[in-house]
């Protein structure tokens, strides 16, 4: 069954910790993005990359880290250092040079 | 980025109705994609668009990349209650191309009364 999964459906936080949010996706898809999603809002993108062991920061990479050591999968870090991280996390993938993204069915992120 | 524009914020419409909706930017887009989105879900592409003046369907659903590429519009013919739910418009983040990453607009929320 192709697609993206992520991991878990819910998380959460305490204060000072740092949290890892997953996705993974047996697509063959070449870029991999992540992004955030408050309520009422758009998404807003934290991270992409476009190649393995590679990636570039968005438009609201603070307080965030990821990694890309393998194709299928780009793990999202949530560090003590990101003061509002209650939200609705969102990965996605697509084809190069391909504009169209598909979407994960997301992470919903809560602070205790 | 870029920014868009999207109206109405929400919707609140009869089943059977038609529904349009449009989303508009500052700069100019090569790209226009629209989604939907269910609550607590991840988006899920409707409709793609690649050239000034493309009119595209998918079942009930049309979009038009406007002619000044700076601007989209959905409609939806004869809405049904599965068609609730929350809209984006999206583009290229910046001016090299979405695969760089997307930016969305804020949504319309579509509300159907049956």
């Known amino acids: 069954d192709g697609g993206i999964t992520q991991s878990p459906k819910y998380l959460f936080r305490k204060e000072g910790q740092n949290v890892t949010l997953s996705c993974e996706q047996n697509l063959n898809h070449d870029a991999m993005y992540w992004y955030r999603q408050d309520p009422g809002q758009g998404l807003r993108l934290i991270y992409y990359?476009?190649?393995?062991?590679?990636?570039q920061k968005g438009d609201i990479a603070e307080g965030y880290s990821v990694s890309r050591e393998k194709k299928e999968s780009f793990p999202l870090t949530v560090t003590s250092a990101q003061k509002n991280p209650t939200a609705f996390y969102l990965c996605a993938s697509s084809f190069l040079p391909q504009e169209t993204q598909y979407f994960g069915p997301g992470t919903r992120l809560l602070v205790l | 980025g870029q920014q868009l524009n999207q109206s109405p914020q929400s919707m609140f419409i009869q089943e059977g109705e038609d529904v349009s909706m449009n989303c508009t930017s500052s700069?100019?887009?090569?790209?226009w994609l629209w989604y939907k989105q269910d609550p607590g879900e991840g988006p899920v592409l409707l409709i793609a668009l690649y050239k000034a003046g493309e009119l595209t369907s998918n079942g009930r659903l049309t979009a038009q990349f406007g002619i000044t590429r700076k601007d989209s519009f959905l409609n939806i013919s004869a809405s049904i209650p599965s068609d609730v739910g929350i809209y984006f418009c999206?583009?290229?983040?910046?001016?090299?191309?979405?695969?760089?990453?997307?930016?969305f607009g804020k949504g319309t929320h579509l509300i159907i009364q049956p």
């Open positions: 990359s476009q190649i393995v062991n590679d990636f």
């Open positions: 700069s100019i887009f090569n790209t």
């Open positions: 999206a583009g290229p983040l910046y001016s090299g191309g979405g695969a760089d990453g997307l930016t």
